[in-house]
Every structure is written in C-alpha cells, then in structure tokens.
C-alpha cells in the first residue's frame, strides 16, 4: 500500500523530526504544522551546523520551497 | 492538532518577528500582514548582519519567494 | 488589523520607495503601478550603488519575481 | 491613478526600450510586441555590453522570465 | 506502449531506488510513496557520498522539486 | 500594431533561427515547432561555442525554461 | 506544417535519445515514456561523461524541470 508523501508528515504531527533544507542548513523539532506546498510549522526548533546546536529559534514558519528533505 | 502555517503568521501579527530571507539576510519587525504566498508586511523593520542593526527600514514589502523562514 | 501586502503598495502610489532586488539591484523612484506578480512601475527611477546614483532610467517596469523587498 | 505595468509595455510599443535581463545581459531595441509572462518582441536588438553595441540582432523574441527590467 | 513517468514509480513501490538530487546529493532507499510533485516517500533510505553510507536517516519524505532522476 | 511574442515564432516556423539558452549555450537550427511554454523543436540543430559549430544535433526538443532569447 | 514538442517525444518513444540536463549532465537511452512536465522514463540509461560511458542505470524516470534539451 502506497504512502503518500503528505500523510507521512500527518503521522508525524507531534513528534520530532530532522528538516534539511537547501544550502545544506538543518533544523531538528517538533512538527506542528504544515501545508500542501510542504510550508512547515516547527516547536522547540533549533539550527544545527555539523549536529551542534547553533541557533534556538522557539516556533518557526518554514517556507516550503526551501525543503530537501524531512525525516521523522 | 495540527497548526497550519499561515494560521501560526495570523496568530504573530503585531508582534515581533525575525525573517530569515535566501541569502543568509535577517530582518527583525513586526508583522503587520502576509498573504498566501507568504509575501510579507514588517513595521519598525531593520537589516541584521551578525546580530547588529545594519540598516533601518521603517515599513517593508517581503517578496514571498525570498523567505526561508519566520520565527515568532 | 491586517495590512496585506498590496494594500500597503496601493497605499504607496505616487510616493519614492526602494526597492530591493536579488542580487543587491537596488532602485530609488516613485511608485506608480504595479501588479498581483509584485510587477512594479517606477518613474524618476535610479539605480543605486553603495548609496550613490549610479544609472537614471525614468521610467521603468521591474518584472516582479526579481524583488526582495519594497520599502516606502 | 495607478499605472499597470503591463499598460506602461501597451504604450511603449513602437518606440525604444533598454531591457535588462539576469546575468547583467543589456538590449536596446524596438518594443514590437510583449503578452502577460513579459515575453517581449524586440526589432532592431542590439546587445550591449558596457554601453557598447555587442551583438546585432534584428528581431528578437525575449522570454519573460529572464526579465529584470524594461526602461522605455 | 508508452510508459508513463509517474506508472514506473507506482510499479516500484516497495522496491529499492536510487534517487539523485540536485547538489549531487544521493540517496538508496525503500520507495513507499510519491505524489504528483515527484515528493517521494523512502523508508531505510541512506544518504551517499562516493558510493558509501553517509547518513542513515530510516524514513524520508524528499521534496520533488530536488530530483534529478529516480532509477528503480 | 502589436506582434505577440508566439505570433512570431509562428511566422518562423521552417525558417533558420538563433537560440540562446541560459548559462551562454546557443544553438542554430531551422525552428520547426514550438508551444506556450517556449518548448522549441529544431532540425539541423547545431550547438555553437564561440561562433564555432561544436556538436552537430540533427532534431533537438529544447525545453522552454532553458530559453533566453530567440532570433529569426 | 508545425510540429509540436510533445508530438516529436511522441514518435520518439522507443528509440534511442541524448538528453542534456542541466549542469552538463548527458544520459543517452531509450526513451520509453514522458508526460506534459518533460519528466521522461529511460531505459538501458546510461550517464555520459566526455563521451564516455560514467554510470549504467537501466530504467531511469528523469523530472522534467532538468532537462536542457532531448536530441533523437
């Protein structure tokens, strides 16, 4: 059974997740959110630069366009 | 539930924002409005580099495409 | 109250911006148009470089998925 | 009264235009014809290249996206 | 018989793929759903470097518009 | 009276054009088809570098978004 | 008599094909499929490199929006 890409970020609401986005930037958070063009609401977000928390950013909006990748 | 991203932009406005723009360009404002493809309304809107207030913008339009992310 | 981010270009008519484009284009003019695309009309425009004049054009239609920002 | 962008190309045909386009790529030419992508049709196009004709290119067909601005 | 690009993807759920992105980016996975945006669904999915295991990141949903190629 | 961008490459259709594709590729060929997007069909396409034919095509499908300008 | 792009892919499939992506990258196959986005199924896909044989991957689906050109 096939598992749309969509549901998967459905299942994930609540929980953690590691987002890569272009210009190899990473954030680690709790998915809250998130839209049909991949537009992401993240709680307790923080940047990471090589797997060390660089930046604490509390609730962040991120714009779909900029995603490569999601991991739950 | 799931907290959709431009309702979390709805919940933000008339508070303090930073807006992480493509190109590593932070602004700090308030969000005074947002349409759906996140183009942006900033008041009291200023140009970060490295943390310091590097330019004054009084009121600002944000291009949508250009954002990575919003922090409320 | 929300102030989408036409609005705040049709409030704008007939008054000098700055408009910010990617690639750090940055014009000085006065507003007279523009469209849902952020498609801008600017007359009396000049390009500016490090703050100074560097190109006068008069008029000019700056097609909008080049802007980062408009500031009035 | 605000001016369109598009009515400002629907004025300007027939007369000379300065395009500039990404990649710093300037045309001087004869705005013959344009449509709602900002396709333009040029005739007489010349390339420049700092200030100095490059290229002559007789008509020319442009595509919109590669627009940054039209100066009549 | 033509075959459709989004058919071979259907024909290969539940089988391993290797997924090229843009940046040079690759990952070998599991393929368990897609879209049509070409968002992909991976579950065991490795990212690789010069051939060999970098990250293991289990499931990943990967926006579509950083694909280059999908090889069953 | 105006000539619409598609208008022209309508009335070039069997004829020998420029095509100049972004990152400073040109090609030469006869145009033979073309659509809304700028999808062009040539034969006896030849890719250019520096006025040089380099490589000798035959029939080409160039995708639209690829397109800078097109001369007759 | 104009043909259009979808149609020369049309009565290509099956045959052998050169297709250049962006970024330099050649793949030469058979085609065996595409849709309206230029996405396109290869198969016995094989990567090029200066003319030479780089990488074997049999069936490849390649998304559309990387292709520069397709040459019969």
Chains 1, 2, 3, 4, 5, 6, 7 share one sequence.
Request: aromatic share 4%; proline share 3%.
């Amino acid at each position: 059974m096939s598992k749309r890409p969509l549901d998967i970020l459905n299942n994930t609401l609540g929980k953690s997740v590691i987002i890569k986005l272009k210009g190899e930037r990473i954030f680690r958070g709790t998915l809250e959110g998130y839209d049909i063009h991949m537009n992401l609401v993240l709680e307790n977000a923080e940047e990471l630069k090589e797997g060390e928390t660089e930046n604490k950013l509390g609730t962040v909006v991120v714009r779909g366009d900029n995603v490569v990748y999601i991991s739950p």
